[in-house]
């Protein structure tokens, strides 16, 4: 399982570069951090997803510099 995902991962970063697999991955953890707040009410469980897309675009700062 692990490779295909792996192979998935190395076929969409050739086709669209590493900065925007990161940038479109901020953009899911932001919007599930959204999600779980507003329809679960769980602050905890979002805080997690927010933390999540400040590391992911941390990452992506230091690669598009």
């Not at 086709?15 to 999600?35: N, P, R």
Request: aromatic letters at 4%.
């Amino acid at each position: 399982m692990q490779q295909n995902i792996a192979e998935d991962l190395e076929a969409m970063i050739d086709q669209h570069g590493l900065l925007h697999i990161l940038t479109g991955l901020d953009l899911v953890c932001s919007e599930k951090a959204e999600h779980i707040r507003v329809n679960w009410q769980d602050k905890k469980l979002a805080r997690q997803w927010d933390r999540h897309a400040n590391a992911i675009y941390t990452a992506s700062q230091k690669i598009s510099d």
